[in-house]
């Protein structure tokens, strides 16, 4: 298992310093720093000065040696707009993106599972056909499309729920079901198609010759195996939904880190932009690590072949 955890983590840190290059690279050759820095307006001059002032007339290894060297300080640079720290600026959005995340994937799970194994087990039903027609119709409809229809409806016609901000639980109902009603239809896919395959094993047909209730057999044995694909896209889609909230909340005006995201790719804040992606990226690689060593632990045929 120590093997296991030690070969992972180096494929993590590398994958993490591959996506801080290419993030860097792209932040100083797609928009001109110090263009976003003094405005479209400013001069020639002042330009000049700005990229003299920020190092940004060095040559791009140089400025990356020194970007490196303040990540291993903790320093993710300053705001080009407000002059913060950008650590301060994301540490006050992370805490409504994270619970954002948090009830958009308890939804999406407490759906998914329960219709997944209920698919499975009147496989090729009429309750097996709505299932699938329901999966199909939550991963066609865009999330920006299904945020607006639940703003109409729940916010504007029958007014029960806030529809913008994030100053309590209530705010993030609409914002969670929206996000989560995409992740849905992958995991319950995935679930009845788990528990169809795990229901037909020779073990669970012995289980039952040996008498044991069906009940024990379906939570005891077939869906704690059904469930080991289900934790590695349960990572994938929680990291997803930290990527994709930005879109939501944009939406629904929730002061998180997507929607600092849409508000400095729309000001040029590059550090700003850097800091939050490589962020996700390293949120998203940290989720897949442990959901490899969940999966190790739960089959052991795993940290064999690895």
Same mark, same amino acid.
Request: aromatic share 10%; net charge neutral.
């Given at each position: 298992?120590?093997?296991?955890? +030690?070969?992972?983590?180096?494929?993590?840190?590398?994958?993490?310093?591959?996506?801080?290059?290419?993030?860097?690279?792209?932040? !100083?050759?797609?928009?001109?720093?110090?263009?976003?820095?003094?405005?479209?307006?400013?001069?020639?001059?002042?330009?000049?000065?700005?990229?003299?002032?920020?190092?940004?007339?060095?040559?791009?290894?140089?400025?990356?040696?020194?970007? %490196?060297?303040?990540?291993?300080?903790?320093?993710?640079?300053?705001?080009?707009?407000?002059?913060?720290?950008?650590?301060?600026?994301?540490?006050?959005?992370?805490?409504?993106?994270?619970?954002?995340?948090?009830?958009?994937?308890?939804?999406?799970?407490?759906?998914?599972?329960?219709?997944?194994? %209920?698919?499975?087990? !009147?496989?090729?039903? $009429?309750?097996?056909?709505?299932?699938?027609?329901?999966?199909?119709?939550?991963?066609?409809?865009?999330?920006? $499309?299904?945020?607006?229809?639940?703003?109409?409806? +729940?916010?504007?016609?029958?007014?029960?729920?806030?529809?913008?901000?994030?100053?309590? %639980?209530? !705010?993030?109902?609409?914002?969670?079901?929206?996000?989560?009603?995409?992740?849905?239809?992958?995991?319950?896919?995935?679930?009845?198609?788990?528990?169809?395959?795990?229901?037909?094993?020779?073990?669970?047909?012995?289980?039952?010759?040996?008498?044991?209730?069906?009940?024990?057999?379906?939570?005891?044995?077939?869906?704690?195996?059904?469930?080991?694909?289900?934790?590695?896209?349960?990572?994938?889609?929680?990291? +997803?939904?930290?990527?994709?909230?930005?879109?939501?909340?944009?939406?629904?005006?929730?002061?998180?880190?997507?929607?600092?995201?849409?508000?400095?790719?729309?000001?040029?804040?590059?550090?700003?932009?850097?800091?939050?992606?490589? %962020?996700?990226?390293?949120?998203?690689?940290?989720?897949?690590?442990?959901?490899?060593?969940?999966?190790?632990?739960?089959?052991?045929?795993?940290?064999?072949?690895?």
């Amino acid at each position: 298992m120590l093997g296991f955890l +030690f070969r992972r983590s180096l494929l993590a840190l590398f994958v993490v310093f591959a996506i801080s290059v290419i993030t860097f690279v792209l932040s !100083h050759v797609a928009v001109d720093p110090a263009t976003g820095i003094a405005g479209d307006s400013a001069t020639d001059a002042d330009l000049a000065a700005i990229r003299v002032q920020y190092g940004f007339d060095q040559p791009l290894m140089t400025q990356y040696a020194g970007y %490196l060297a303040d990540l291993a300080r903790g320093d993710l640079g300053r705001s080009y707009l407000s002059g913060e720290p950008v650590g301060q600026i994301i540490a006050e959005r992370v805490p409504a993106t994270a619970l954002l995340a948090c009830l958009s994937l308890l939804f999406a799970l407490g759906i998914a599972i329960p219709l997944g194994v %209920l698919a499975a087990l !009147h496989a090729n039903s $009429w309750l097996d056909r709505m299932a699938l027609t329901l999966a199909v119709v939550g991963q066609a409809v865009p999330n920006f $499309w299904a945020g607006l229809l639940l703003i109409l409806l +729940f916010g504007i016609k029958l007014g029960w729920l806030p529809i913008s901000g994030s100053d309590s %639980l209530a !705010h993030f109902i609409l914002p969670a079901i929206t996000l989560g009603s995409f992740a849905m239809p992958a995991l319950m896919r995935l679930v009845r198609a788990g528990m169809i395959e795990v229901l037909e094993a020779d073990y669970i047909r012995t289980a039952r010759a040996m008498g044991l209730g069906e009940g024990q057999i379906l939570f005891k044995y077939a869906l704690r195996n059904a469930v080991l694909p289900v934790i590695s896209l349960t990572a994938v889609q929680f990291g +997803f939904m930290l990527g994709g909230s930005i879109v939501v909340e944009s939406i629904f005006a929730v002061q998180g880190v997507g929607y600092l995201a849409w508000q400095s790719m729309s000001r040029s804040d590059m550090p700003v932009i850097q800091a939050i992606v490589l %962020l996700i990226s390293m949120i998203y690689i940290l989720l897949t690590l442990f959901a490899d060593l969940a999966n190790a632990a739960l089959d052991p045929r795993i940290r064999s072949k690895a």
